[in-house]
């Protein structure tokens, strides 16, 4: 017996109502059979002796049958009922708790249960989130999960106590995957929860959550945490997250460099192929962590190794994709899978070879025999486009606009015919604007049956597109009246204003406009809006086409047209009628007739417009015929074509308008074009805050010590973890150092999870330094001493204090335990003194600190004095030896050391550097004089730094 | 992006599940009630065979939707969401019903309809998907449904 037929906990009067309601659904007797149940429920609720659970747990349920099967649509009648489920949410039965919550989040789609119950539910959460019973704890997270986003109340109340659970290490997988997420349902309805907070308390929150990548081995909780962080990157800052791209990558290895069908690791798996949610939620995160083009994965952060990785992981997938033939199911998850990642693959290598590999490849599954493989195909291309722009945008034109073109002929599928539009719009540059227009202009004509909704947007596409490429304008007239007249339902009344105004404006047009709009008034049934532009401009201009209509042809053409068209258009056609008079007073008694008829129209402004003009006839024929001529003098030039500019009546959230320009454009193109809407880039990538927020690990002192003064040793150790550094400065260019962290697990047990970071002072608005990441380090250590190391450059661009130096951050779990540390690294100003290469004598020291002193005066010296006890002449050269220095070995002056060397930096050049340290007889210090060539703030930097290295 | 809700409905247009994971957008469609029709007037107009199983639905909704038998199954989803994956969720979800009652069919679904929620939450809340493993949901599941 399947689990489900378990009759355990089945309500028999439940199955008899739903029996009964199925009998007669759709007649009346439907209805009267729910009122009766209604009835009866709330009878029972009433009841004096109480109601015992089971019954209670019936009758809540025959109330969220009746909800689900009316469709939703019995919201009051159903609200008496409330009170008896929160009597199950009380209850310390499952199957009780169960239907009481689930019949709650039912109703909490509606505002006016959620408003009458907010308190209480809240207070009933909180209770069972405390619970020790597992699965009462889970059905609240559940409920949290739901309808947690439906008001900012859960959020306040409910926060701290779900993070407690997804943060504590005594918390079972499942509860910990559904605290996730209703963490993030909190969340996304309300990012203050994490903005609010103290930089501090944040930054360890978000750790909390970055940590809990290292958990590898559920994946249950893998796919809910994606999300969750994918939030934290996108809205709250990017850069806490910015470390896990070597873990992704390294999961989405796993995932897709698995066997197929290697039983081992189901969870990585679907029907058989890599399970295309981890790959999807990894890669959306990804998304979001690497930046456009790609940018920050070869600038800084990453190594070459991952980056390999990550494009291994792309033609994993389109090889998988493209070889197999399998059943339905497993193809959709492979092609899944393989848009993913060649989604994200024009990010990992943005040259325009890898684009138009990806590009090419995909165009030959625009023909699949799948549809949903050549809508998603279409979709993929439509993003490549916008992303990538040119190169994607000439490879598809280049070899595929005929095959494009041809299938918008042929497609009877109205969403992919959407999406072939879409890219066809995209595809459209000033090299094929003309074809394409009029291709598209064809597919109008052609697909009648095309929903009004399609032909709707087409026209707009079209009309867009035309007038984006209007440089030829005799083009631009002809094809936008094909486009008014193939498309009868059109509303908008731009285009045929714009026709007018481009018209007036060009007198060579005037004469062609007229003889095309004669044609196109002539057929049966004429666009409204085209009879709008043919009634103004013939009107204006019918002395221009006289030899091919007379005026007097026109009228008939207009009156013919006047019992065809809406109110405003007659009263168009009314003041065309008096024009034509202008032009042919001949005409004045058809004219006047047709007036006298109008004063009787039901229309005010028919009437009103009709008299008027009677009475202007009338006037003038009396009077003096010159009038008319001074009323109707020519229409002018239109003064600026902003009235009607395309751009403001944009709809915003036209997907395909909302594209920046990867296209030169026409003039006509405003400034008020959105743009692009792809994912905005974080916020926060760009501040210092993070360097700041970092609370240092306690201690640090020594190792940072260690580091200004040795190239290897021991940065940092305690029970668990010893990391030792190595420097080597390269010979060449002394500006740049090689600095490798290596980590040694000092535990009995594995290291899960490890993941560093460099945080730079800033990493751009000129930063001082730049690094480099060579090699990220495993993320798994073995018990006892297995190691990794973790290796970047890094080189000074120019002169900063000791106090800006970078932070190494790590975290990791051991045993259980959650371990981070903050350490500065010892790489300074000093760290970049180039390697000793003659001795220096105390003559050629006196000379040049003298220099330096008739060059720069003051300006290039510092003098501070430190503590430091037990020390004497021969420790401090020794020191200042291993720091780097050139020291002058001499025995003439028995309480002074004299050092000196060249300091590098990439940007500023180098700089001389010259120390006197004398020690001070008095109490155990010593006083030190800095001299450099630079006139800035070196000298300080240096001293500060040598206070360091000798200060005990 | 998260799902928006997932609908089952039959073929008359009856709802057999709903669950909704965000406020309904009422600018459009003023009531669920509305706007389940909407849905179900657009997924039955189409031709099954010769269209695509996604379809564009509002300004911020595709529906992506595949038939069983006797009954849609559709997911709401956002405009810049793939929809291959969530033919695979919808399909993931048939699948666990399958084992979980058995063969199932409509009347599974209307007299357990409880049971069958129970299936969705543990598969779906925030509008993610919780866990992708058949073997370990059919037991987390037996187990609950077996609690008093």
Same mark, same amino acid.
């Given at each position: ?63 969220? !049958? ?74 609240? /997270? ?43 349902? #909190?969340?996304? !309805? ?72 290697? %039983? ?28 456009? $083009? ?32 399998? $059943? ?63 190169? %994607? ?203 006298? #008829? ?24 009396? $009077? ?34 909302? #594209? ?120 798994? #250590? ?35 335990? !959650?371990?981070?540390?903050? /350490? ?31 060059? /720069? ?62 020690? /001070? ?32 | ?148």
């Amino acid at each position: 017996m399947a689990l489900g037929q378990n009759q355990q906990n089945n309500m028999k009067g439940l199955q008899l109502f739903i029996a009964d309601l199925r009998a007669n659904q759709k007649t009346k007797e439907h209805a009267r059979r729910i009122q009766t149940e209604l009835q009866n429920i709330r009878t029972q609720f009433t009841q004096k002796s109480g109601l015992n659970g089971y019954q209670r747990k019936k009758y809540v349920a025959k109330m969220a !049958y009746i909800y689900i099967t009316t469709n939703a649509g019995m919201v009051p009648e159903l609200l008496f009922g409330l009170d008896q489920c929160f009597q199950l949410l009380k209850s310390s039965n499952f199957s009780e708790k169960w239907i009481g919550y689930m019949t709650l989040e039912l109703l909490f789609n509606h505002a006016v249960v959620r408003n009458s119950v907010l308190e209480k539910t809240i207070s009933c959460l909180k209770l069972d989130l405390s619970s020790g019973d597992a699965n009462a704890v889970s059905l609240a /997270l559940n409920f949290v999960g739901i309808v947690g986003n439906r008001d900012e109340i859960f959020a306040d109340n409910l926060s701290e106590t779900i993070f407690g659970i997804l943060r504590s290490p005594v918390s079972s997988a499942i509860l910990k995957r559904k605290a996730c997420l209703a963490f993030l349902t #909190l969340i996304r !309805y309300k990012p203050q929860i994490l903005t609010n907070l103290e930089d501090n308390k944040r930054t360890l929150w978000i750790e909390r959550i970055t940590t809990l990548l290292g958990d590898e081995n559920d994946h249950g909780l893998l796919l809910s945490l994606l999300p969750l962080l994918e939030f934290i990157a996108r809205e709250i800052d990017v850069n806490p997250c910015l470390r896990l791209i070597p873990q992704l990558a390294e999961i989405l290895h796993e995932c897709l460099s698995k066997k197929q069908n290697s %039983a081992n690791d189901a969870d990585y798996q679907f029907s058989g192929v890599s399970n295309p949610w981890i790959v999807g939620n990894c890669v959306s995160l990804l998304q979001v962590l690497v930046s456009d $083009n790609g940018e920050n994965l070869i600038g800084s952060n990453i190594d070459q190794q991952t980056l390999g990785k990550l494009r291994v992981c792309v033609s994993h997938a389109v090889s998988f994709a493209l070889a197999s033939d399998a $059943n339905p199911v497993t193809k959709n998850a492979q092609y899944s899978v393989m848009f993913t990642m060649l989604g994200f693959a024009c990010k990992l290598d943005p040259t325009n070879e890898a684009i138009s590999n990806s590009v090419t490849g995909l165009c030959e599954l625009m023909t699949s025999n799948d549809l949903n493989t050549r809508y998603s195909t279409f979709d993929l291309l439509i993003k490549i486009c916008k992303v990538n722009g040119t190169t %994607a945008i000439k490879t598809i034109q280049n070899e595929h606009l005929t095959r494009l073109v041809d299938m918008l002929k042929r497609e009877s599928d109205v969403t992919l015919l959407r999406k072939i539009i879409d890219l066809l719009v995209i595809l459209t540059d000033v090299s094929n604007f003309k074809f394409v227009v009029q291709e598209l202009l064809s597919a109008l004509e052609a697909h009648k049956s095309m929903d009004f909704a399609l032909r709707e947007d087409l026209s707009f596409q079209i009309e867009r597109l035309i007038e984006l490429h209007a440089d030829d304008l005799n083009w631009f007239v002809l094809s936008s009246l094909r486009l008014l007249s193939s498309n009868t339902s059109i509303k908008n009344d731009h285009v045929w204003k714009r026709i007018c105004q481009i018209v007036v404006n060009n007198e060579p047009l005037h004469k062609l406009a007229c003889e095309h709009l004669i044609d196109y008034l002539h057929a049966p049934n004429v666009a409204e809006s085209l009879v709008k532009a043919g009634v103004f401009l013939l009107a204006e201009y019918a002395s221009l086409v006289n030899d091919k209509v007379s005026a007097g042809d026109l009228f008939n053409l207009f009156t013919e047209k006047y019992f065809q068209v809406s109110n405003l258009t007659k009263a168009m056609i009314l003041t065309g009628m008096l024009k034509l008079y202008h032009v042919e007073p001949q005409l004045s008694s058809v004219v006047v007739k047709f007036f006298q #008829l109008e004063l009787n129209s039901f229309d005010v402004i028919l009437q009103t417009r009709s008299y008027e003009y009677l009475k202007i006839i009338q006037y003038s024929k009396m $009077n003096d015929m010159t009038f008319i001529d001074k009323l109707l003098p020519g229409m002018p030039p239109f003064a600026s074509s902003k009235d009607t500019d395309i751009m403001s009546k944009l709809p915003k959230t036209q997907e395909l308008l909302s #594209l920046e320009q990867p296209f030169t454009s026409g003039n006509t193109v405003d400034s008020n074009n959105k743009p692009a809407s792809l994912p905005t880039p974080p916020r926060s990538r760009k501040n210092n805050k993070l360097y700041h927020s970092q609370q240092l690990t306690p201690g640090w002192e020594s190792g940072f010590k260690r580091m200004l003064i040795h190239t290897q040793g021991v940065f940092y150790q305690d029970t668990l973890v010893s990391v030792l550094f190595r420097v080597e400065t390269k010979e060449e260019q002394p500006s740049t150092s090689k600095i490798t962290f290596t980590y040694v697990n000092k535990s009995d047990w594995e290291i899960t999870g490890l993941s560093c970071e460099i945080i730079p002072l800033r990493a751009d608005n000129n930063p001082p330094y730049v690094l480099q990441v060579l090699q990220s380090p495993d993320s798994k #250590l073995a018990p006892s001493n297995g190691r990794t190391s973790y290796t970047f450059e890094i080189t000074t661009r120019f002169p900063f204090p000791q106090e800006h130096a970078s932070l190494l951050s790590s975290q990791f779990k051991c045993g259980g335990q !959650y371990c981070s540390h903050r /350490l500065k690294i010892g790489y300074t100003i000093l760290s970049t003194l180039s390697p000793r290469i003659s001795e220096i004598k105390l003559a050629q020291f006196v000379q040049r600190w003298k220099s330096i002193g008739d060059s /720069l005066g003051k300006a290039g010296e510092h003098v501070d004095v430190v503590e430091c006890q037990h020390t004497n002449l021969q420790k401090l050269m020794k020191t200042m030896s291993k720091v780097g220095f050139d020291v002058v070995q001499q025995s003439s002056i028995p309480n002074i050391a004299f050092a000196g060397g060249i300091l590098h930096t990439k940007s500023d050049g180098n700089y001389g550097c010259l120390l006197k340290l004398r020690l /001070l007889d008095s109490d155990d210090k010593v006083q030190i004089t800095c001299k450099t060539t630079s006139s800035g703030d070196l000298s300080r930097f240096v001293i500060n730094c040598i206070k360091k290295v000798v200060e005990e | 992006m998260p799902v928006q809700f997932i609908l089952c409905l039959n073929k008359q247009g009856i709802v057999r599940l709903l669950r909704w994971f965000e406020k309904l957008d009422t600018s459009q469609y003023a009531t669920h009630q509305e706007y389940i029709r909407q849905v179900f007037k657009v997924i039955s107009q189409r031709d099954h065979r010769r269209q695509s199983n996604f379809i564009e639905f509002s300004k911020h909704t595709k529906l992506v939707y595949k038939g069983y038998a006797g009954l849609y199954f559709v997911m709401g989803v956002d405009k810049q969401d793939e929809e291959l994956i969530y033919l695979s969720q919808i399909h993931l979800f048939v699948e666990v019903l399958d084992s979980f009652f058995g063969n199932v069919c409509e009347l599974d679904i209307l007299f357990n309809f409880y049971k069958t929620y129970l299936v969705m939450d543990e598969m779906f809340i925030a509008g993610e998907i919780q866990t992708t493993s058949k073997k370990e949901l059919l037991e987390r599941i037996g187990q609950l449904d077996r609690l008093n």
